[in-house]
Nanobody, 126 residues
Framework: QVQLVESGGGLVQAGGSLRLSCAAS????????MGWFRQAPGKEREFVAA????????YYADSVKGRSTISRDNAKNMVYLQMNSLKPEDTAVYYC???????????????????WGQGTQVTVSS
């Protein structure tokens, strides 16, 4: 069992930066691949980024590639998403998620993830 709590969202101007954090509880955190998703009003939840259990592999959606960095600290049970050069279209609720068994090609699908946080709002003004 893994509980996830996101923080770090807020209101930022276009071009600004935010660092989202996800605090995880549970002794098996380091065995999970972790992901960030986002959901804007009226839209489906979409993949943003993911990081393997060791931190050795990272994956990004094209929409954030080059502007965002996912990282983790297994000693602290934390996952981070650093977002730079934010755009108004990045406005959404951002969710942290954990997946135990990764199936190749399905990492970007929300239904594959086992645990979810409650989300943190990111609003980017133009």
């Amino acid at each position: 069992q893994v509980q996830l709590v996101e923080s770090g969202g807020g209101l930022v101007q276009a071009g600004g930066s935010l660092r989202l954090s996800c605090a995880a509880s549970g002794r098996t955190f380091s065995s999970y691949t972790m992901g960030w998703f986002r959901q804007a009003p009226g839209k489906e939840r979409e993949f943003v980024a993911a990081i393997s259990w060791s931190g050795g592999s990272t994956y990004y959606a094209d929409s954030v590639k080059g502007r965002s960095t996912i990282s983790r600290d297994n000693a602290k049970n934390m996952v981070y998403l650093q977002m730079n050069s934010l755009k108004p279209e990045d406005t959404a609720v951002y969710y942290c998620a954990a997946i135990r068994e990764v199936v190749a090609g399905l990492l970007t699908f929300p239904r594959e993830y086992d645990y979810w946080g409650q989300g943190t709002q990111v609003t980017v003004s133009s």
